[in-house]
């Protein structure tokens, strides 16, 4: 197939449109639709890699339909379509006949099963097959045209200022008091009860599906189970260290216990995971026994092996629904950030957050001396320097930064894998997106960096088992989620219910997030880049030559 090169001055003024025509399907035809596909990731501002990644797992599977009817001596038409359905961009190719799915891998070796496809899906970074009314369909739910959540965040936060500050000074307080009662308060209270009535479900489904993508993936991959483990390990661990650092430096009122009742005081807590019924977890959203419920049913779905298999998929479908409402509750987030800092203002309770800078400092300190570590412990071991893994992973890490996600560096991520670090591919192909929902070191300890500075700022009491607490719903409520825009927000109003913080203080948790998200995600590829060579190396699938090599 040919290549459609576009130079950057070309790719910055496509603008977005929508493509809806019909192909045949032979050598022509496919090379005709990937040009299109790849104007239209072009247009959506989407980085190089990925546009390129798309396209040839697209221009893979018009190939083997095409080879399919090829030898049957046809050249049937295919339907293209891309634009815009339900406020997200699309990609859809349609071909009538029989079932033929494309995506289904010929070589079992490369099969990642379907819970790695799911999450590369969820991030709009991998198509889907579905067969109905003897139409095949390959489709792909992209993510819209990125915009930078600093300047939403920057924008509400003025607007809030403007706002508060102009009540302030123009209303008397009998009209603040009016405009308070009947308008900020409902207002409020609309926000909470949204986050409340999503999060339950979201959190459900995201472990559900997790559970059960991660036992298929450790059952079908030798590494898988070493790799979730050490995941799993190194987020705890640095959560636990940030966490006790951190209530020192905040000053965290904390109230010690002896060891043995505080042994058993978490016992009795472990017991209180398991609900009384099922549907009470979901209408108080108790983080905790959501998780319990997930796990059990997830295990249960395990051992039911191809029997649960519908049941499997009805999860992951119910998931994906839920991250697409998270999604949309991240968009508006702007908004109810300027309402919620405008109603603090007025009502006097603004300078509860006067000290946001501690938890930022910190946190920033924190995670890029860990980094830091992290490389220069890589660099001993494997006989190269730490600059020199640094102008490795610089790259994917500027991406991620500047986007504040790890979903847009992904493409550039597996580059910088298997052409800098001398990974083999297929195990990037299985340890990236496993990664991307396990493995969110940064993630935990800006999830925790926030808890404990609510703590602060409404001066309350915690123990030891607060503690304890907290720390498991933070790594597992983050080793749970995709990283998908809005799940954070909705992580925070389940955390901060279960552990009794009032919810005055998401309005500084969102804040917070949005802040840490930015480095926080290009830590979190740069800290997986750096396991993945380890575990490259332990299965005899590092190029060791590669990866010494400067750049």
Request: charged letters at 20%.
């Amino acid at each position: 197939m040919g290549q459609y090169d576009q130079t950057e001055e070309e790719v910055s003024i496509i603008k977005y449109e929508d493509f809806n025509e019909e192909y045949i399907l032979n050598g022509e035809g496919i090379d005709q639709i990937a040009a299109k596909v790849e104007e239209f990731l072009y247009s959506l501002e989407m980085e190089r890699a990925n546009v390129l990644g798309i396209r040839l797992s697209l221009e893979e599977a018009l190939l083997r339909w095409y080879d399919h009817f090829r030898k049957k001596g046809e050249e049937p038409q295919v339907e293209f379509f891309a634009g815009k359905r339900f406020f997200r961009p699309v990609i859809e190719i349609s071909l009538k006949g029989e079932s033929i799915d494309p995506l289904d891998p010929d070589d079992p070796d490369t099969d990642t099963g379907d819970w790695v496809g799911t999450v590369m899906e969820n991030i709009g970074l991998s198509p889907r097959y579905a067969y109905s009314k003897g139409v095949n369909t390959i489709s792909i739910r992209l993510n819209p045209p990125r915009r930078n959540p600093g300047m939403g965040l920057v924008m509400g936060i003025v607007l809030g200022l403007v706002i508060g500050l102009l009540g302030k000074a123009i209303l008397t307080d009998a009209m603040l008091e009016g405009i308070t009662t009947y308008f900020f308060d409902p207002v409020q209270s609309v926000f909470f009860r949204l986050l409340q009535a999503t999060a339950g479900p979201v959190i459900f489904f995201t472990v559900l599906t997790a559970i059960c993508g991660i036992g298929s993936a450790a059952m079908m991959n030798k590494s898988g189970k070493r790799l979730i483990v050490r995941f799993l390990f190194f987020s705890t661990l640095m959560t636990v260290i940030f966490a006790v650092l951190g209530a020192i430096i905040m000053r965290a009122e904390y109230i010690s216990s002896p060891i043995l009742r505080t042994g058993f005081s978490v016992f009795e807590s472990l017991l209180e995971f398991i609900p009384k019924d099922i549907v009470s977890p979901f209408l108080n959203t108790d983080s905790p026994q959501l998780i319990m419920l997930a796990i059990i049913i997830g295990n249960a779905l395990l051992v039911l092996g191809t029997q649960g298999s519908r049941l499997v998929k009805i999860a992951n479908q119910a998931n994906s629904v839920g991250l697409l409402i998270a999604n949309w509750i991240s968009r508006i987030i702007p908004l109810f950030v300027a309402l919620l800092l405008a109603m603090r203002i007025l009502d006097g309770t603004f300078t509860r957050f006067i000290g946001i800078w501690i938890p930022l400092v910190l946190f920033h300190v924190f995670i890029v001396a860990a980094l830091f570590i992290a490389m220069f412990l890589a660099a001993k071991r494997y006989g190269t320097t730490v600059g020199n893994l640094w102008a490795k992973i610089k790259p994917s890490f500027m991406i991620a930064f500047r986007n504040a996600s790890v979903d847009s560096a992904f493409g550039q991520n597996r580059l910088c894998c298997e052409k800098r670090l001398g990974i083999n591919g297929k195990l990037a192909d299985f340890g990236l997106p496993l990664g991307l929902v396990i493995y969110m070191p940064a993630s935990t300890v800006s999830l925790m960096a926030s808890t404990l500075f609510a703590v602060k700022c409404y001066n309350l009491t915690i123990t030891s088992l607060w503690l304890i607490l907290a720390m498991i719903l933070v790594v597992a409520l983050q080793a749970a989620s995709p990283p998908v825009s809005g799940v954070d927000t909705l992580a925070y109003a389940a955390i901060f219910s279960r552990l009794s913080i009032p919810s005055e203080a998401l309005i500084m948790a969102i804040i917070c997030d949005i802040i840490f998200l930015f480095i926080s995600s290009a830590v979190n590829q740069a800290m997986l880049q750096l396991e993945l060579i380890r575990e490259a190396d332990r299965l005899n699938m590092l190029d060791k030559d590669i990866l010494r090599k400067p750049l």
